[in-house]
């Protein structure tokens, strides 16, 4: 249940008025778990992460929230440290064992056809494909911005015409357009004063 709620809230927080990326997730996910194991008690020392994003502002960010512990971010750590290999394999057995267990709480789909999960995988992108709907998209269970996700709406879903993209279409002028300040292509004629004492506009020192 935890794991679903997780799920959901990707999902929605990257779909949302607010984006919520895929990395700020990541980051407050590892946070969250430090804070979690710290507080059951476990003696931490050391701390090894496998960066998503910078990895020079990803370690500065957790050492300034944990500044008693050895942090150590680096790209594609789970190569160069053993724990955090582990940590990888760990995370792939939960992860599909989550997908094997899955019960989704729309009616109609099924799991056990969905392949490994990766755009690699031809019944993955199978499953996808005959699971769209035309409406409403994928159900919960998949990330609508992965990008294979989204080329699959865009080649078997209903269009989406939004207003602002048929004024552009039609060239019909966008409300805005009305409160823009327009130059006046005529001259307010100026004062005979300036006519009578041979005065010129200064355009240049």
């Known amino acids: 249940k935890q794991w679903y709620q997780r799920r959901v809230a990707i999902t ?12 700020a997730i990541s980051h407050d ?42 942090i150590t971010v680096a790209s594609k750590a789970d190569d160069k440290y053993p724990i955090c290999g582990a940590s990888s394999i760990c995370a792939k057995v939960c992860r599909d064992r989550c997908m094997n267990e899955w019960q989704f709480p729309e009616k ?42 989204e080329k699959i709406v865009d080649k078997h879903c209903a269009r989406v015409l939004w207003d602002d993209e048929e004024e552009e279409e039609e060239n019909i002028p966008k409300l805005n357009s009305f409160f823009k300040r ?22 240049g020192i």
């Open 12 to 23: 929605a927080g990257m779909l949302g008025r607010e984006n919520y990326n895929l990395n």
């Open 29 to 70: 996910t590892a946070i969250s778990l430090l804070r979690n194991i710290i507080s059951k008690g476990v003696r931490v020392k050391d701390v090894y992460v496998d960066t998503v994003g910078p990895a020079d502002k990803y370690q500065a960010k957790l050492s300034a929230l944990f500044p008693t512990l050895n």
């Open 182 to 203: 327009v130059k006046k292509e005529t001259e307010i004629p100026r004062h005979r004063f300036y006519h009578e004492q041979g005065l010129t506009s200064l355009t």
């Open 108 to 149: 109609g789909f099924d799991i056990s056809e969905s392949g490994c999960g990766y755009p690699s995988d031809p019944k993955t992108k199978k499953w996808l494909i005959d699971n769209v709907d035309e409406v409403f998209g994928f159900p919960q269970f998949v990330r609508f911005s992965w990008s294979t996700a």
